[in-house]
């Protein structure tokens, strides 16, 4: 008879075997096996060395700046057709003051906006339209130049203006040249700045747009001076009163400047018409028996007295 042995009992209870889950990799190493992957690794090697061989590569080849179809000459640069009074040589005179370079390639992207700066700055010129690169290698500028209506005259001399009252060169003018302009007479002032800037003075810019105003009668009408009109002591655009004087020495009180917008003053166009009428009608401002005094500044009618005699005469 064979005798089993209980290995149980004999070995005691059998202890359970738990198994645990794999350890993650720290955050470390997965980083560390993404980076050192050869698809990553080849990536870095490529920008490093794109890195530092573009700029010898790029150095090596030629500047597309200095091509010849791309290059002009500074003395190339046009400009639209100045009047008359604008000095032949303002290209030039921009160019030098600027201290544009010789030579200018079209490549460059600040040079439109360099040379449109050095024109604005000349005091001929008002704006600058546009400036523009064409190939051949040329650059156009479009300008809106000043223009003279009237000189200043003041104990230091005679200052030319436009229209707004900004002052002009006034080397750029002969005598007999400012001798063909109205004159602006009686002024106490004297220039704020330098030519391209406003005079400063409202009975200088409400003088100049009477100027301007009269720009295409003056001749005509054989007129001289504007000045203020002596009894008036206010220096403001809305209250200063003008006058114009002929040649022959009559003089015409024109009111206040164009734009003061007054109640019950005439517009410049009602003020021209009774001076085209009066001129027609008479001959002249100092016919028959001149110099006289016209007052157009009524509603209902012109005046005039001689001024060297007493009394007025009503004219319809």
Request: proline share 9%.
């Amino acid at each position: 008879m064979t005798k089993r042995t209980n290995t149980k009992n004999s070995t005691g209870p059998r202890k359970r075997q738990i198994k645990l889950p794999p350890a993650e990799p720290s955050k470390v190493g997965q980083l560390a096996r993404a980076l050192f992957r050869p698809s990553v690794l080849l990536g870095l090697a490529a920008v490093i060395l794109a890195c530092v061989a573009l700029p010898i590569i790029q150095r090596s080849l030629p500047d597309p700046t200095q091509r010849d179809e791309y290059l002009t000459d500074r003395n190339a640069i046009t400009v639209n057709d100045p009047p008359h009074w604008v000095p032949r040589d303002l290209v030039e005179q921009v160019l030098a003051q600027a201290q544009i370079p010789e030579t200018l390639s079209l490549l460059d992207d600040d040079l439109t906006s360099r040379i449109a700066q050095a024109f604005e700055h000349h005091p001929w010129v008002a704006r600058v339209v546009h400036v523009q690169k064409s190939v051949p290698a040329q650059i156009n500028v479009e300008l809106e130049y000043r223009r003279p209506v009237a000189m200043v005259q003041v104990d230091s001399g005679m200052y030319p203006i436009d229209p707004q009252g900004i002052l002009l060169p006034p080397s750029d003018f002969s005598v007999a040249e400012t001798k063909s302009y109205p004159l602006i007479v009686d002024v106490k002032s004297t220039p704020r700045g330098s030519a391209g800037t406003p005079w400063g003075d409202p009975l200088i810019f409400g003088a100049a747009r009477i100027a301007d105003s009269l720009s295409t009668h003056w001749k005509d009408f054989d007129l001289q001076k504007i000045r203020r009109i002596p009894q008036t002591s206010e220096t403001s655009t809305e209250t200063t009163f003008y006058e114009l004087v002929t040649v022959g020495g009559s003089r015409i009180l024109w009111g206040r400047a164009p734009g003061a917008d007054h109640p019950g003053e005439l517009t410049v166009e009602q003020k021209i018409g009774r001076l085209q009428r009066y001129h027609s009608d008479f001959g002249g401002f100092d016919e028959p028996h001149g110099p006289y005094e016209i007052d157009i500044r009524h509603w209902q009618e012109i005046s005039r007295r001689p001024l060297t005699a007493g009394g007025f005469r009503s004219l319809r």
